[in-house]
């Protein structure tokens, strides 16, 4: 067995081309305009929530994902707490969203005022299962008026959260067609998936609402941030003005008409992110690139290799292996980490962590077999 460990990191140095070194999992590469711009911010005194960075960062995002308004937001959890808000999530509410995610979804969720209700993901995308989240509304959900309940606990299910794990899109279409039937809105968690599209249309637009992080382990960083996306004007406004206090508009006076958030994105940190999102398609050419090398080793070793399903196109930002069980996995996990290959698990799955295991919840299989078998190796962008 070691043979094979040795084999993977062997192979992981060699794509990396680094025969000694320490390889982490990923690190950010500043490559471009990133000192210009916030030395700039620096030398202009706008280093904080109002500059024209910010602006322009939005207006990015705007043309990067096609939809039509996007909110810089402090970092991806309050983005994900702001957004849900802004889909009416009240408290006592039940929010739909999958198990295998990072902790900052579920959070979120309680964040809001709401309930984490589990269901499973697809063991191909990664990502939560259409077919699973029909067959669970299907067993437990009550329309009434325009507004849907669990029949089991009586209370509302007021939003679905998917999270396209990895950057890998998950069968999103789907899952807006099955909410459509129930009533229940959207907001999609594509903190992973900057650059990712399914049909042609990129993740995080297919919902009422969609989110990214910029933390430094994503594909793109602002040090610290995140963002709101919509096609609705009105929502825009709103996550605008929640995020600034909601603060009135006036020459000196200072009216706030609800109790809202110090939620802003920094100039100074967008000022890192413009020049981060600047370079948005080479990084993810060097990392496609990146996942077909990986995947021809694979498939010569006979390893699974997680992959983009047909009609989507990933951003590759992890690269993910399924090893064969639990044993293997930690096997591997080991190896690799002590030899200077960071490699790591999945997440532990929100249904088992001690704030969330009394939360409903449907069938978790797949979850629980991806939770033993998911590894995911170094995905850095190589040398530019
Ligand atoms: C990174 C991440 C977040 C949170 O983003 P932060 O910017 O770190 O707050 C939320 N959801 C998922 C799935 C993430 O990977």
Redo the contacts with the bound molecule.
Sequence with gaps: MSEKYREITNFVRETFGEPEEFIPLHAPVFAGNEKKYVDSTIDSTFVSSVGEYVNRFEEMLVEITGAKYAVAIV??????HLALQIAKVERGDEVITQPL??V??AN?IAHAGGIPHFVDVDADTLGMSAQKLAERLENIAEIKGDECFNKETGRKISACLP?H?FGFPLRIDEIVAVCDEYKIPVVE?A??SLGSFYREKHTGTFGLLG?F???G??IVTCG???AIITDDEELAKRARHLSTTAKKAHAWKYVHDEIAYNYRLTNLSAALGCAQLEQLDKFIENKRELAKIYADFFASKQIEFVREIANSKANCWLATILLENEIERDDFLAFSNSNGVMCRPAWQLMNELSMYDDCPKGNLENSLELEKRIVNIPSSVREI
């Design positions: 970092n991806g959890t309050c983005a994900l995610t990072f900052a979804t979120a999270m794990t968690d903190a992973e989110t992080s910029f933390n382990n994503k610290g941030g995140g």
